[in-house]
């Protein structure tokens, strides 16, 4: 009897992990939810759960160009910046068919980026504040960090693994052990 009620323990706390999980990824309408994806190139932080496929990281990303001179942080931030359709997080920050990112990323982004260029010209040529560069990049810049596209530097740090992943495990797994006691 005790191990019966230990197994739909088990299967209880597994629904309440997976129905937890369930993101929807707005930007690609109301149909796709973010799941595991393997062998995402330039977005492989998000490979635990992404809203995008290996296929469309392929198409978005094959076909940029080379940016020169640009610092490694610029790089990250940059690479970050153009995977925002692969986050799972995206149902908080893309409304209205545009990305809403904080204007602490976009302002640190343009900052890092000054000395990068693209065919011999300054990256930033033409953009007098960082808010102009994220809108010429359809962003959409509001203040704070709350219910924007941030940048995370440690799935830079951690080999792809996000922090936040870890602690949704961790927390769903004190939750389960909640339950079950």
Known sequence: MKLQVLAIQSVFCACIVAVCSTKVCSYYG???????????SNCS???DSACCRRTEVTSVLGGMYK????????????????CYFCSPNQM?????????????FCEE??????????????????????SEFCKAQSFHMIEGTQNCFNF????????GQSLSSFLFVFVSFLLCVFVIH
């Open 152 to 159: 995370d530097p440690n799935v830079f740090d951690t080999g």
């Open 109 to 130: 982004t343009f900052k890092v980026c000054n000395t990068a260029t693209y065919n011999n010209e300054p990256l930033l040529e033409g953009f007098e504040t960082a």
């Open 67 to 82: 940016i020169n001179k640009a610092s490694q942080e610029c790089k990250n931030r940059l690479n970050y910046m153009m």
């Open 45 to 47: 932080w998000f490979s």
């Open 30 to 40: 109301e149909q796709r939810y973010a799941a595991p994806q393997s062998s995402l």
């Open 92 to 104: 908080d920050w893309y409304d209205e068919n545009r990305v809403i990112i904080c204007s602490d």
